[in-house]
């Protein structure tokens, strides 16, 4: 079955910088496109970054544009965010996603708190 396993949350003073990662298994991570997502407290789920299979024509949502890199290893079945200059709006349950026939599948998610 299709797993989704975020790891590299955290606490973290404004400015500072986090990796996630999300190790897949039960499908083939390489032909897929994968995301991340976040929701923060008494907000909606939200899309943050967006690559392809191929790694190219990558999206980032406006508020992360910059700051933010998802890359992928296809060799390692692991999807990255690297995530700079960290501000504390960014502070949210951070989700990986990936979509197959129409079905969503997602992590646990993992926290990132952004404070002093």
């Known amino acids: 079955q299709v797993q989704l396993v975020e790891s590299g949350g955290g606490l973290v003073q404004p400015g500072g910088s986090l990796r996630l990662s999300c190790a897949a298994s039960g499908f083939t991570f390489r032909v897929y496109a994968m995301s991340w997502y976040h929701q923060a407290p008494g907000k909606e789920r939200e899309l943050v970054a967006r690559?392809?299979?191929?790694?190219?024509?990558?999206n980032y949502a406006d508020s992360v544009k910059g700051r933010f890199t998802i890359s992928r290893d296809n060799a390692k079945n692991t999807l990255y965010l690297q995530m700079n200059s960290l501000k504390p709006e960014d502070t949210a349950v951070y989700y990986c996603n990936t979509r197959m026939r129409d079905m969503d599948y997602w992590g646990k998610g993992i926290p990132v708190t952004v404070s002093l």
């Open positions: 690559i392809p299979s191929t790694s190219l024509n990558t």
